[in-house]
């Protein structure tokens, strides 16, 4: 069975300060993707990652798919309260791309 | 308005009810799915459709029935409810393979009772 775990499973942080947060696995993806979940709502897609090393940035956040495509990171630089959320990644089968393997999450809380 | 609704929201229903959880997309997106999201579960797939007329099983079917008549439409029946089927669950789509991405509706928290 394929597994993204998701590290650490939980951040508390002040407002400014920055952070990495994780998603690793032993098999290969075609694409990993990054979501961000509000309480009481669906999760809403920030970037999809395609290729081996390649870095996106979103504002402040910064994506990382590792060069063997086998794991991502996220970093956000000087975190801010509208930040507070799980953050979830999900990779696409390179065998199988109808469905996305989903990692735990992370759940971020940035304090004022 | 364009987007993905379900609805309803919220719902409270009683075990062995039959209970339809409903999801509506303006996008014409082929793929649509249903995941479940329970604590220390993660999301978990219940049913996908790749189109109109063609459903498949996820990870943990039993229990659920999906209909996919219209591209637009993608129905959750739980045919028998029990005090597992507790959970948020969440309709997605997407335009094509996973890499495209996923779309969510705001989901519908069902509590079986």
Redesign the interface.
């Known amino acids: 069975t394929q597994l993204l775990e998701q590290s650490p499973q939980f951040l508390s942080i002040q407002e400014g300060e920055n952070l990495t947060v994780y998603c690793n696995s032993s098999s290969v993806f075609s694409s990993l993707q990054w979501y961000r979940q509000e309480p009481g709502e669906g999760p809403v897609l920030l970037v999809t990652v395609v290729t081996g090393g390649e870095v996106k940035k979103l504002k402040r956040l910064t994506f990382q798919f590792g060069d063997a495509r086998k794991d991502s990171s996220l970093h956000i630089t000087a975190a801010q309260p509208g930040d507070t959320g799980l953050y979830l990644c999900a990779g696409a089968n390179a065998g199988n791309n109808r469905k996305l393997i989903w990692g735990l999450g992370t759940s971020l809380a940035v304090n004022p | 308005d364009a987007g993905i609704t379900q609805s309803p929201r919220y719902k409270i229903t009683e075990t062995g009810r039959q209970v339809t959880l409903m999801c509506h997309q303006t996008w014409s997106h082929s ?1 649509m ?1 249903w995941y479940r999201q329970d604590l ?4 978990r ?1 219940i049913y ?1 459709s ?1 189109a109109a007329d063609i459903t ?1 099983k ?1 990870e943990v079917p039993d229990g659920y029935v999906v209909s996919r008549s219209k591209t637009e439409n993608f129905p959750l029946t739980l045919e028998s409810a029990t005090r597992s089927q507790t959970s948020v669950y ?1 309709c ?1 789509s997407s335009p094509g ?11 519908t928290r069902l509590t079986v009772v």
């Open positions: 793929y799915f220390g579960h993660g999301l797939l996908y790749a498949d996820g969440f997605a393979p996973p890499n495209y991405g996923y779309t969510f509706g705001s989901g």
